[in-house]
């Protein structure tokens, strides 16, 4: 028997024993049945007394000790007052680590705003507070992005993709860049982080204005040699034995001219993040344009063909999307040996409109791809210097293609050959009424 059983038995027995004994003295006076309803009448009294006591320490248990009962009330007393020690134990480790997470939040180097599902304030540290101006009275409660008044910001909460960081302006006082990266839990609710980057702001300013300067520098020196070389080379009286060194100091002055362009375009696109508006384009005619330069620039070296299935237009900018365009062109008559297909397609669909080039070149391996963007990145830089690559063509599309709202896919496999797409969003499609296409499933006159 455990010690509960025991106990209730022990209880047990007392009440028949009070039972007992008031029959007995009842039945001495002759009344027994007085005489149990006395004794009964006794034993709940002892009940209620414990009972009281019991309700009276729970009640003022934080300042009172537990009363002294012994049998199963002893039980229950000292049962309720092991549950107490316990909550109060675990109260004090939760308050412990509360203040602990206060303290290292605190001492982040990072402001973190914790938002409710409707993206109202629910706690934020002091880094937060200071960058966001936002004071611990009076802010619980507030949305953040009316406190904020920075309209990229709300579009950037109700948006809900919070795949990429958001880097802003914001002026207190002094200009401060600011980048925030939220974070969903729960049931809509946010983790904000908010990052002071003003000097990583200015750092990418001040990089971009020196090769934007740099650049420019450079461009006319060097259009004054390559004029030089260039009137030096076809000079008629040029030594024999100075010609190659003079052929060979051409090609490389030509490629320095390419870069240095290239890197003014770059940091012409880079000066803005804001989307191009842009004029209508037919892209029919730009393909047709693409085609024959390719055509020219590469004599009978590929086979090329034009595949255009839609006769919609982009709303874009022309000089851009040529740029873009074209390199992917260049890129593909470049790295294709001869003999080998070039195509060049543009379709729409549900998506937008999509621009692709496929070539059955070398093809590049897959652990290359991801870098590809990057500017100088070369798969094969020795290769890549030989077809007068300034390394900067494909940094050119991508940033193109950001401008428009676009993107960039590469696909590729060596020894397979590459299509490199343009996808462009659907927002810039104007449709055309549909041209009938003949047997072959493209528009009149538009396969090479
Ligand atoms: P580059 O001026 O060197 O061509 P890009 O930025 O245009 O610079 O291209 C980066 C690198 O990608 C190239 O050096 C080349 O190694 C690879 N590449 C680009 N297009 C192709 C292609 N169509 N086929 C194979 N490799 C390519």
Excluded at 227 to 252: F, I, K, V
Excluded at 323 to 349: E, H, M, Q
């Amino acid at each position: 028997m455990d010690g509960g059983f025991r106990a209730w038995g022990y209880a047990l027995g007392r009440v028949v024993g009070v039972a007992v004994l008031g029959l007995l003295v009842g039945w001495a006076i002759g009344h027994p049945w007085w005489g149990l309803a006395g004794a009964l009448a006794l034993a709940a009294l002892g009940l209620w007394r414990n009972l009281y006591r019991l309700e009276d320490w729970l009640r003022h248990r934080n300042r009172m000790t537990p009363p002294d009962a012994g049998g199963l009330w002893g039980d229950v007393v000292s049962q309720v007052s092991r549950l107490h020690r316990r909550k109060q134990f675990h109260k004090q480790r939760m308050l412990a680590l509360f203040r602990e997470l206060r303290r290292s939040s605190a001492s982040m180097p990072d402001g973190v705003v914790v938002l409710n599902a409707g993206h109202e304030i629910l706690w934020f540290n002091r880094k937060a507070g200071e960058l966001l101006g936002l004071r611990r009275k009076t802010d619980f409660g507030i949305p953040l992005a009316s406190l904020l008044r920075l309209p990229e910001f709300g579009r950037y909460l109700a948006k809900g993709d919070f795949s990429s960081a958001l880097r802003l302006q914001r002026r207190i006082g002094e200009a401060v860049w600011l980048e925030f990266q939220a974070m969903p839990y729960g049931e809509g609710q946010l983790v904000l982080l908010v990052r002071d980057v003003t000097r990583q702001a200015q750092l990418e300013t001040m990089r971009k204005d020196f090769v934007a300067n740099a650049s420019h520098e450079l461009r006319s020196p060097l259009t004054v040699i390559a004029g030089y070389l260039e009137t030096l080379s076809t000079e008629p009286d040029l030594p024999a034995d100075l010609r190659p060194p003079m052929q060979e100091m051409r090609r490389q002055s030509e490629r320095m001219t390419a870069i240095i362009s290239d890197l003014l375009e770059l940091s012409r696109l880079e000066a803005s993040d804001e989307q191009v508006a842009g004029e209508e384009i037919d892209v029919t005619a730009l393909l047709a344009v693409l085609a024959r330069d390719l055509r020219t620039r590469d004599g009978a070296r590929h086979e090329v063909e034009v595949r255009v299935e839609s006769g919609d237009r982009l709303r874009a900018d022309e000089g851009l999307l040529h740029s873009a365009f074209w390199n992917l062109v260049d890129n593909a008559s470049k790295y294709t040996p001869a003999g080998g297909r070039i195509t060049l397609r543009w379709w729409v669909d549900e998506d937008g409109g999509h621009f692709s080039v496929t070539d059955t070149g070398p093809g590049i391996p897959p652990e290359h791809l991801p870098r590809l963007t990057e500017r100088f990145y070369r798969v094969d830089p020795g290769r890549a210097r030989d077809a007068g690559g300034s390394g900067l063509g494909l940094a050119i599309v991508r940033h193109v293609m950001q401008r428009h709202g676009g993107e960039l896919a590469i696909r590729s496999e060596a020894g397979q050959g590459s299509t490199f797409t343009c996808h462009l969003p659907v927002t810039r499609i104007v449709r055309q009424p549909v041209a009938l296409p003949d047997e072959s499933g493209y528009a009149p006159g538009q396969r090479a």
